[in-house]
């Protein structure tokens, strides 16, 4: 139990389009998803917590602009890249809370964007 | 397959002690360890990160220390503060570039 998916798993894309990547919990509805992103070193830091029918709490200088979160439903989230630089290729990771109880977050597979 | 374990579960200790959390992992064919913080209905929140090569990292009272051969790697709080309550994670980023997470430490710090 417990899992969650991304999709896509890898993107490759051109400067100045938009992408959207997708997290699902398949087998539990998440209320709170959150998205990370692996920055140089292979960090991860936390971008944004994103609530179910409200709009995301972005984390200090992420812009909320360039990075739309949508969480339409208690399974899906989605993250939209918009206007996308090379700057924005990155490793992004979504994870989500069961609402039914618990703090274990659990994390998808993540998804590698590269912007050429 | 890589696992990640920490001891304890679960830590309850007065004001002011310092502390050690552990985290142990079973192959040391890492690239990183991170130290996450995490406190209810919140994401995690980095706190140190130690690359392969490194041996240790501070930042304010926090020290993480990493050591590869023996597959562990410890934080140690000093002068723990109510505000240091909170669930500790540790994960490893390996060469299969994926994130195993250990299952957390759960520290309360008594006023």
């Known amino acids: 139990g417990a899992v969650v998916s991304q999709h896509p798993s890898r993107v490759i894309c051109k400067s100045g389009t938009s992408v959207k990547i997708e997290c699902r919990s398949l087998?539990?509805?998440?209320?709170?998803m959150f998205w990370y992103r692996q920055f140089p070193k292979k960090s991860l830091m936390l971008m944004a917590t994103s609530n179910e029918g409200s709009k995301a709490t972005y984390e200090q200088g992420v812009e909320k602009d360039k990075f739309l979160i949508n969480h339409a439903s208690l399974t899906l989230s989605t993250l939209t890249v918009t206007s996308a630089h090379p700057e924005d290729s990155s490793f992004y990771i979504c994870?989500?809370?069961?609402?039914?109880?618990?703090?274990?977050?659990?994390f998808g597979p993540g998804t590698r964007l590269l912007v050429l | 397959k890589q696992e990640v374990t920490q001891i304890p579960a679960a830590l309850s200790v007065p004001e002011g002690e310092n502390l050690v959390l552990n985290c142990s992992f079973t192959d040391s064919a890492i690239y990183n360890l991170q130290w996450f913080r995490q406190d209810p209905g919140k994401g995690l929140t980095s706190l140190l990160l130690i690359q392969s090569s490194q041996r240790e990292q501070t930042s304010g009272r926090l020290n993480a220390s990493l050591d590869k051969s023996s597959g562990r790697s410890t934080l140690y709080i000093a002068a723990s503060q109510p505000g240091d309550s909170a669930t500790y994670l540790c994960a490893d980023y390996n060469y299969g570039q994926n994130f195993v997470f250990g299952p957390g430490t759960r520290l309360s710090v008594l006023p």
């Open positions: 087998d539990f509805q998440a209320t709170t």
């Open positions: 994870s989500a809370t069961d609402t039914g109880g618990g703090e274990t977050q659990y």
